[in-house]
């Protein structure tokens, strides 16, 4: 017998080709986005790390304002830890374009190269991998720096620079107009000399603690440092010195001068009194005077030692690995695609396994009286179970299969995997092919597939042999619902509706998960979009320029600042936080300033971000010196380059201990020509304008993949299950046809009701959607991205996405007409008794 079932799965296979080609379509396309997103997330994660490792990728980095001795370095190194100078010289090359140099790194961040090879020769250097990849520069191709020109010898990353952000506080990596080079030690010390670059020498250094201390001892350390203007040659720096912290030399020789004078008056005195007993009244004077300055001095010292002391300390800034937003980038990215694979491949199981028990049900109800005929032949219930589990099992199998198999060819998880490396700077990974993402993709589908179909397939065959012989359907619940006078049509289509409403649930939950997916990719698209137009919108300013070494006087035509880097953590990352201080005449931001260090203006970025809102206190965390700041929200400002925080100008001076007038910022709506040596860095509105749109670029492959994906799934699940809506009525629309009617009113009668579930089912999911993913998925949307903005969706936007389901419904429906056409009145005399 089972031989004889056997044969009939390849006709039933055959009869219903589309049904099951449509199931193992929807199969495949599920498991392939499913598998390649899930598998290229891991791929990214895994790999990323591995290489790191290899690269012996730093545990931190601290900057200082001097370089250290050979005594400190020499301190720190003996306690255990291991150091590394991650010195670095920035050039302007073609006008616009800025290339970090490095020397060659030989123990920590090590270069990986994935071209060529190290530089060395005195005019090679290597060149990071996404800086020579936008640019279309290659092995042997050359580089003007300064005046001198050098050939790539090699491409390559470093772990460091994961993300390429030429700041830590930048928002996106703008690799088009910034990289990264590698020289050689004497190559590095040739151009340092020359004095060419865009800016003054900036001095980091790398270290592993070996477990020898922890970053907070290792800090505990560095804070220790100090200097002198005795260590430093840079002309800027020794002018800066003389005229601020060079003053406190001035104030102590001049006491000192005024103390050593005191003290010769006395001894003179006291000599003269030997001889002459008529002056010990003015030895004495001179004697007290001596004391007077004395105790002077020391009080003067005192004070000299409590305002210049905290100047003059060596540590700019420390950053523990895991607060880097350079390092790990790309894995931390990823790390949420991997979430929402996870999430898609359950919701769209679900969706899988319901499609495939209306279908199971289907057959079974249309070979009733087969299934009668054999129980009546002696063919028992279990063989029937086998049969009927077998073929979509198959075809769950298969399908999830070839999805799967898909996933790990090019056009799967290398595929998603180019997003990360046409962003970050990656070095070359191979394609993990990991265990559970095989089980999910080959073994899950059968599995859901063979409880589901058993579910329902024991159900069905549980009826008595006499009422599956005469095909005896169960009368349908919905014609005891009471829907008054109407016009018969109507009435129809609402009674169809009922009867089939099984079917038409699964109408909406397919709706429902596509709508989900195209609601995602529309969120990821508002998100680029806002950021494209609000970065460029809300930088008001030309030029913003960042002092390492002020002038006397501020640049004619620029306005002067005062900005703090501060801290704040959110889904365990670090971000910064910019304290700037300004003043009421600064035209380049829409701020609301208060009379009060307390009270605080706040970017919109902010406020989107973290969740702040106008009342609300914010607290900042100045890791430097260990002290935390705490403000109340007087108002929001719509800001959503960086994360600001604005104070008055002179408020913020008196806060963070700064003297009258001192500033580290100049905003100018023009270039003001300031000495590249004066500045740790030039951000302009090009600038800007530039890395506005690296969002759009980056993500416009996954917004298209996910949108198609949604569109497909939403169309296969539509036409299956209306195609089935039409298969339980053949006998019924044959009957009417029978009574003349014709096809256009038979479209009426069975098809045309099916717009009133699609037309409910988008209004309800597209704004259930977006409500379900604001609420799980916005709070840690680009988690590991310094940016805030506001994702609320345009009106044009909901009606696109409602347009687009209406069009697919009329073109699905336009396809069944043709099913219906094809229904003969013969079909009755096939199920007569």
């Known amino acids: 017998m089972q031989k004889v079932l056997r044969k009939r799965i390849f006709r039933d296979f055959k009869e219903n080709l589309p049904r099951y080609l449509a199931l193992a379509f929807l199969l495949i396309l599920s498991m392939y986005m499913v598998v390649s997103v899930v598998g290229a997330a891991e791929t990214v994660m895994r790999g990323t790390t591995t290489e790191a490792e290899k690269q012996n990728v730093e545990d931190g980095q601290f900057s200082l304002f001097v370089p250290m001795k050979e005594s400190e370095w020499d301190a720190l190194t003996d306690k255990g830890i291991t150091l590394e100078k991650m010195f670095f010289l920035d050039y302007a090359v073609d006008g616009d374009k800025t290339i970090r140099v490095f020397r060659n790194r030989t123990e920590i961040n090590t270069i990986a190269i994935c071209a060529g090879k190290l530089a060395q020769a005195d005019d090679e250097l290597v060149l990071e991998r996404q800086y020579a990849e936008k640019n279309a520069i290659h092995v042997g191709d050359t ?47 040739t151009l340092q000399k020359e004095g060419k670059s865009a800016k003054s020498e900036e001095y980091y250094y790398a270290y592993k603690l070996n477990d020898a201390m922890t970053d907070d001892e290792l800090k505990a350390e560095l804070k220790k440092l100090s200097f002198s203007s005795d260590d430093v040659d840079d002309v800027y720096f020794q002018e800066y010195w ?4 060079g003053r406190e030399e001035e104030f102590r020789d001049g006491i000192n001068e005024l103390a050593d004078g005191a003290k010769e008056l006395a001894e003179g005195l006291s000599e003269l009194t030997d001889n002459n007993p008529a002056l010990q009244n003015a030895a004495d ?14 009080e003067t010292e005192d004070m000299l030692d409590e305002i210049f002391t905290a100047d003059a300390d060596n540590l700019l800034s420390f950053v523990a690995a895991e607060d880097n937003v350079r390092i790990h980038a790309a894995g931390d990215d990823v790390a949420m695609n991997k979430t929402i694979g996870m999430i898609a491949g359950v919701l769209l199981l679900v969706l899988i396994a319901y499609v495939l028990s209306v279908f199971v049900v289907h057959s079974i109800d249309q070979e009733s009286a087969v299934i009668g005929a054999l129980y009546a032949l002696g063919v028992k219930r279990k063989d029937l179970m086998k049969h009927y589990i077998l073929l979509p099992t198959l075809i769950s199998l298969i399908g999830g299969a070839i999805g799967t198999a898909l996933a790990y060819t090019r056009i ?45 397939i024991r159900k069905r065959l549980s009826r008595p042999v006499l009422i599956l012989l005469k095909n005896e359907q169960k009368a349908a619940t919905g014609k005891d619902v009471k829907l008054g006078n109407m016009k018969f049509m ?13 079917t038409a649930l699964t109408v909406l939950f397919g709706m429902f998960v596509s709508i989900l997916l195209l609601v995602m990719s529309m969120e990821i698209y508002t998100y680029c979009h806002a950021v494209q137009d609000d970065y460029v919108a809300d930088t008001k300013f030309e030029y913003m320029y960042t002092y390492k070494y002020p002038a006397e006087q501020v640049p004619d035509g620029g306005y002067e600042a005062y900005a703090k880097t501060l801290k704040k953590e959110i889904y365990g990352y670090n971000f910064d936080v910019t304290v700037l201080g300004i003043k009421e005449n600064n035209p380049f931001f829409d701020v609301i300033l208060s009379d009060s260090a307390d009270k605080v203006t706040i970017s919109s970025s902010i406020s989107y971000k973290y969740g702040l809102k106008k009342g609300d206190v914010i607290t900042l965390k100045d890791e430097e010196n260990g002290k935390i700041y705490a403000f109340e929200i007087e108002a929001v400002t719509q800001y959503a380059p ?30 003001l020509g300031v000495e590249g040596g004066r500045l740790y860095s030039t951000l302009t509105r090009d600038d800007v304008k530039k890395a506005a749109g690296i969002f759009s670029d980056q993500m416009r492959s996954m917004i298209i993949t996910i949108g198609a994906v949604s569109a497909l799934i939403f169309a296969i699940v539509l036409y299956l299950m209306m195609k089935v809506m039409i298969d339980r009525s053949s006998f019924s629309i044959a009957l009417i046809k029978i009574f003349g009617y014709r096809n256009k009113e038979v479209k009426k009668m069975y098809l045309d009701g099916n717009f009133y579930i699609v037309l409910i089912g988008a209004l309800v999911s597209i704004p259930l959607a977006k409500v379900l993913l604001d609420a799980t998925y916005e709070p840690q949307f680009v988690p590991n991205i310094a940016c805030g903005v506001d994702k609320s969706f345009p009106a044009w936007l909901y009606l696109a996405m409602f347009a687009g389901v209406l069009v697919l419904y009329f073109i699905i429906n336009h396809l069944l007409v043709r099913k219906i056409k094809q229904m003969l009145p013969a079909e009755v005399l096939k199920n007569r008794e």
């Open 642 to 671: 960086s994360f600001m925080v604005f104070l008055p100008y002179d408020k913020a001076l008196d806060l963070f201990g700064e003297q009258e007038d001192y500033y580290n910022v100049v905003f100018a709506d023009h270039d």
């Open 490 to 502: 109507k009435l129809f289509r609402i009674r169809q509706i009922l009867r089939e409403r099984r």
């Open 143 to 189: 580089i003007v720096l300064g005046d001198r020109t050098y050939k790539v010898s090699g491409i390559g990353t470093v772990p460091d620079y994961d993300s390429p952000l030429k700041s830590l506080s930048d928002t996106s990596c703008d690799s088009l107009n910034f990289g990264l080079a590698f020289v050689t030690d004497e190559v590095y010390t």
């Open 412 to 456: 799967g998880v290398w595929y998603q995997m180019q997003d990360a490396y046409n962003y970050y700077s990656l070095p070359d990974i191979a394609v993990q092919v990991l265990p559970y993402t095989i089980i999910y993709g080959v073994v899950i589908p059968p599995i859901i597939c063979l409880i589901v179909t058993s579910l329902v």
């Open 242 to 245: 003389d005229r601020t912290l």
């Open 285 to 298: 004077g001179a004697s007290d005077v001596q004391d007077g300055m004395q105790e002077l001095k020391d």
